[in-house]
């Protein structure tokens, strides 16, 4: 199992030959390979291209199972309404500059029925989202949500989710994947392990017996969930304290270097 961004994925946001000639010897062994990430369901897909294999994805930290062979949502775990707007007060009273956005998710990838990327008047961007459908805050929170996102960024992450979590203790769940300004809010006890623990328990396998592969906060319950937690080079200290090992830089196939003890 294996994160994204900044884990799998080079500095280019491609699949190196290597990575993908590994993962394809994992998986013509019969063993599966699992992406974990915060990218939503619609954003999996030029993964899956550079893969030239479409895994089970467990996507938005945990909240959303996405198969992306059938490209159908198998499960959500969203935040409420209620939580969603009591979230924003604290939000807005701890760090009244913050600008929000909710992410929500239909039964595909790209579901029209369903505007998946929302965002307040101001939010400013972490990186590229074309699909942005910019709407009321009131709006915004008007439906649930599998995450929210909070947005200051002349602030770290890390100095946002200690001036946050003091107030909103066990009610949700925060983490980052950036420390560029944002933090990414799911609902209580959801994290990319609760997600690992789902598929595990789909195909059958203990979690002692995973590898799992991350770089940022995010990925640290998965890390400390599996038989053996590495982290890349490059990856935030937090998680390279959860992991088991250490491998070389996700530009350096860190990832591949690993597989290839077991399959090359």
């Known amino acids: 199992m294996s994160d994204v961004d900044g884990t799998l994925i080079g500095r280019d946001e491609r699949i190196s030959a290597r990575t993908r000639d590994v993962i394809a010897s994992v998986v013509a062994s019969g063993t599966p390979f699992i992406l974990a990430t915060g990218r939503p369901p619609r954003w999996i897909h030029p993964v899956v291209d550079g893969l030239g294999y479409a895994p089970l994805a467990v996507c938005a930290n945990g909240a959303v199972i996405y198969d992306s062979e059938t ?3 198998l499960s959500v775990a969203a935040l409420d309404v209620e939580t969603l707007t009591w979230l924003s007060e604290i939000a807005l009273d701890v760090l009244p500059r913050a600008g929000l956005a909710a992410e929500r998710v239909g039964a595909s990838a790209h579901d029209a029925a369903t505007p998946q990327f929302v965002s307040s008047p101001g939010y400013e961007h972490a990186w590229l989202n074309p699909e942005d459908t910019e709407m009321s805050e009131d709006e915004v929170l008007a439906a649930p949500a599998v995450k929210l996102l909070i947005r200051v960024p002349e602030m770290s ?3 946002m989710v200690d001036a946050l979590a003091p107030r909103i203790g066990g009610r949700a769940d925060l983490t980052f994947s ?4 944002l933090i990414e809010v ?4 959801i994290t990319k392990a609760s997600g690992l623990a789902i598929v595990a328990e789909r195909l059958g396998v203990q979690a002692s017996k995973i590898v799992a592969f991350g770089d940022m906060p995010n990925d640290v319950p998965m890390l400390n969930l599996v038989g053996r937690g590495v982290a890349v080079e490059n990856a935030h200290p937090d998680a ?11 530009w350096d196939d860190g ?3 690993v597989l290839e ?3 090359s």
Do not use: I, L, Y
């Open 157 to 159: 992450s890390q100095a």
């Open 178 to 181: 950036t420390d560029n300004g």
């Open 261 to 263: 003890r077991w399959w």
């Open 186 to 189: 799911s609902a209580s006890g």
């Open 255 to 257: 990832v591949a270097k």
């Open 71 to 73: 490209d159908r949502v």
């Open 240 to 250: 390279k304290a959860a992991a088991s090992e250490v491998t070389t830089t996700n």
